[in-house]
Nanobody, 124 residues
Framework: QARLVESGGGLVQAGGSLRLSCVDL????????MGWFRQAPGKERDIVAA????????YYADSVKGRFTISRDNAKNTVDLQMNSLKPEDTAVYYC?????????????????WGQGTQVTVSS
């Protein structure tokens, strides 16, 4: 089974950048789609970005298009989220997730493995 470990969260000023990384220490990585989600206090866990098994197809939430980039390195079992031009409304706990298939999924219920989450705080 997958074991996902995130890193790279922290505190940054508005307009700054952060790079989140997630490594899968468990199952075969390169046949499963991956996603990044976020959850702010009192809100639902929402999709931020997703990438298919091969890395040649991506999805972004409208709120992050043009600012965030998802990428994966199947040789290293990692998926990264580069976040630029951060805004206070990007503040949330960010989760890496693995899907049970190779095609992109956008709903949290369609992912079966989750990391522990990493806090991203953007100050104004």
């Amino acid at each position: 089974q997958a074991r996902l470990v995130e890193s790279g969260g922290g505190l940054v000023q508005a307009g700054g950048s952060l790079r989140l990384s997630c490594v899968d220490l468990g199952r075969t990585f390169n046949i499963y789609a991956m996603g990044w989600f976020r959850q702010a206090p009192g809100k639902e866990r929402d999709i931020v970005a997703a990438i298919n098994y091969g890395g040649d197809s991506t999805y972004y939430a409208d709120s992050v298009k043009g600012r965030f980039t998802i990428s994966r390195d199947n040789a290293k079992n990692t998926v990264d989220l580069q976040m630029n031009s951060l805004k206070p409304e990007d503040t949330a706990v960010y989760y890496c997730a693995s899907a049970p298939a190779g095609t992109i999924r956008t709903a949290a219920r369609d992912y079966n493995y989750w990391g522990q989450g990493t806090q991203v705080t953007v100050s104004s």
